[in-house]
């Protein structure tokens, strides 16, 4: 089952990606020569009106071929040009604005992808997200919390005046009064009462000033089917930040110390096996994990990298600046490289997988 599950998430993963690509061309009249799945050696193809559709070995990746293109994909990378009998739909002939977007709509599926599944999951299934009722987890003893009958399960509502909504607003308020007396308003059950105490300034290490420990209860939330693509839209947003800042902090951890922290990094036999763990929590937690691999793969993509979407971008962007291409040799050279490097990378990331799991050792955290 993880094994047809994660097969099943690589296919829409990378299919919307490339399908992105292959519908720009199609909407400009480029011609699309190849539409591939994987990595060659090819395993079968056919040719569908003008276009032929390829199944390759290599399962980490996919391709089109733009007729006239200096790069044709999956890595097979020339800088020599075929005869052109039809300039007019051939991609190195399109203006630049014209082929960036073709580039960057792989990048744009993806990301769409995940706005998508992130709206679905808001309107059918709902989001956790923080409620408003701080409660009492437990209590210790001989604390001022315990001195002034504080149990556990007791609700605080205010803290003097101020209404308590939040755990940090509560942990700030009681920083604020240490060593003063306050009075708190509890819900104990069906019954309201009023508590005073004064939040100590010395305290034995994880007991805290008061000698209690809170959790903030959380809510199910859903959105109208109108909200719902909007509040997608921002969590799309908001994760993608997210993972840029991860990916920065990581990139800084590997300079600094010289080598990569463990569980940081995870190849397809990772990512495999993390499926695996996320299919026992039913498919709603796939669906959200489909959804952060897929912007996973937008952000990757984007960066101006040879032979990734990016670094076509980069070559695009080169041209619309001075007015002149990048010699057609170069940048084929450029690609090559960047897609050696990139399968090296791969290849040596899937090695320590291998080599953690023969060993015994997780390939991932519990």
């Known amino acids: 089952m993880t094994i047809l599950v994660f ?3 690589l296919t829409v993963l990378v299919l919307i990606h490339e399908f992105g690509h292959f519908f720009v061309a199609k909407k400009f009249k480029i011609k699309v020569e190849e539409f591939g799945f994987g990595l060659p050696p090819r395993i079968w193809g056919k ?3 003008e276009t032929f559709y390829s199944l390759n070995w290599l399962p980490i990746g996919g391709f089109v071929k733009l007729y006239g293109e200096d790069e044709a994909g999956a890595g097979r990378i020339s800088h020599k040009i075929k005869k052109i009998t039809h300039k007019s739909r051939a991609f190195y002939a399109r203006p630049p604005w014209q082929k960036a977007m073709v580039v960057a709509a792989g990048v744009f599926m993806n990301f769409l992808l995940a706005v998508l599944i992130f709206s679905f999951l808001f309107a059918i299934v709902g989001v956790s997200v923080p409620g408003d009722r701080v409660v009492v987890n437990n209590v210790v003893k001989g604390s001022p919390a315990y001195s002034s009958g504080i149990k556990t399960g007791d609700r605080i509502t205010y803290i003097n005046s101020i209404k308590i909504i939040s755990t940090q607003q509560l942990i700030d308020e009681t920083k604020k009064n240490q060593g003063r007396g306050i009075t708190l308003r509890i819900t104990s059950g069906q019954i309201e009462k009023t508590v005073k105490i004064t939040p100590r300034i010395n305290y034995p290490k994880g007991e805290g000033p008061m000698g209690v420990g809170i959790s903030q209860n959380v809510e199910v939330k859903k959105y109208s089917w109108y909200q719902a693509p909007v509040a997608g839209l921002k969590e799309a947003f908001n994760q993608s930040i997210l993972l840029i800042k991860a990916g920065g902090n ?8 010289g080598k990569v922290p463990e569980y940081s990094v995870a190849g397809p036999i990772g990512i495999a096996q993390l499926t695996g763990r996320y299919i026992e929590f039913g498919p ?8 952060l691999l897929s912007l996973n793969l937008a952000i990757l993509n984007i960066l101006p ?3 990734l979407d990016g670094g076509r971008l980069f070559f695009i962007l080169i041209e619309m600046v001075t007015r002149r291409r990048v010699h ?4 084929s050279y450029a690609h090559t490289i960047g897609m050696a ?3 090296a990378l791969i290849a040596l990331v899937t090695f320590h997988d291998l080599t953690r799991l023969i060993s015994g050792q997780p390939l991932l955290p519990k």
């Open 250 to 257: 990581l990139l800084g951890q590997i300079v600094s110390s």
């Open 328 to 331: 057609p040799k170069f940048e």
């Open 341 to 343: 490097l990139l399968l």
């Open 7 to 9: 097969l099943l998430v």
């Open 305 to 307: 990298i040879p032979a």
């Open 284 to 291: 709603a937690v796939v669906l959200s994990f489909v959804s």
């Open 47 to 49: 040719k569908i009106g």
